[in-house]
């Protein structure tokens, strides 16, 4: 079981990310997948999470309105479309995802199975 992270990297105030979190070894409509984000001496904080059934929740209010996750089973991938982007959302971000059956409930990252290696967001002028 493996989650691979991609498209991350430097962006201005204002400029849109997608990042894409390819899942092997599992089918991604079987479990929750989130995004966590880690920015330098802050704690860690969950962004989204999308289950099995397409509900989506979004952690924190910053990236409601501004992020969208979605999910494509053709491809195995989640993604997290980040418009609007701000210096604060700069960070490392990371790909998480449940055992089968699993919910967005779990809302720190140590309650997820799995977990990507992280991609590096960085939003600067």
């Known amino acids: 079981v493996q989650l691979v992270e991609s498209g991350g990297g430097l962006v201005q105030p204002g400029g849109s990310l997608r990042l894409s979190c390819a899942a092997s070894?599992?089918?991604?409509?079987?479990?929750?997948i989130g995004w966590f984000r880690q920015a330098p001496g802050k704690e860690r904080e969950g962004v989204s999470c999308?289950?099995?059934?397409?509900?989506?929740?979004y952690f924190t209010d910053s990236a409601t309105g501004r992020f969208t996750i979605s999910r494509d089973n053709g491809k195995n991938t989640v993604y997290l479309q980040m418009n609007n982007l701000k210096p604060d959302d700069t960070g490392v971000y990371y790909c998480?995802?449940?055992?089968?059956?699993?919910?967005?409930?779990?809302?720190?990252?140590?309650?997820?199975?799995?977990r990507g290696q992280g991609t590096q967001v960085t939003v600067s002028s």
């Open positions: 998480v995802g449940t055992l089968p059956f699993g919910s967005c409930d779990a809302r720190e990252i140590h309650e997820y199975a799995y």
């Open positions: 999308i289950d099995g059934s397409d509900a989506i929740t």
């Open positions: 070894g599992f089918a991604l409509d079987s479990v929750a």
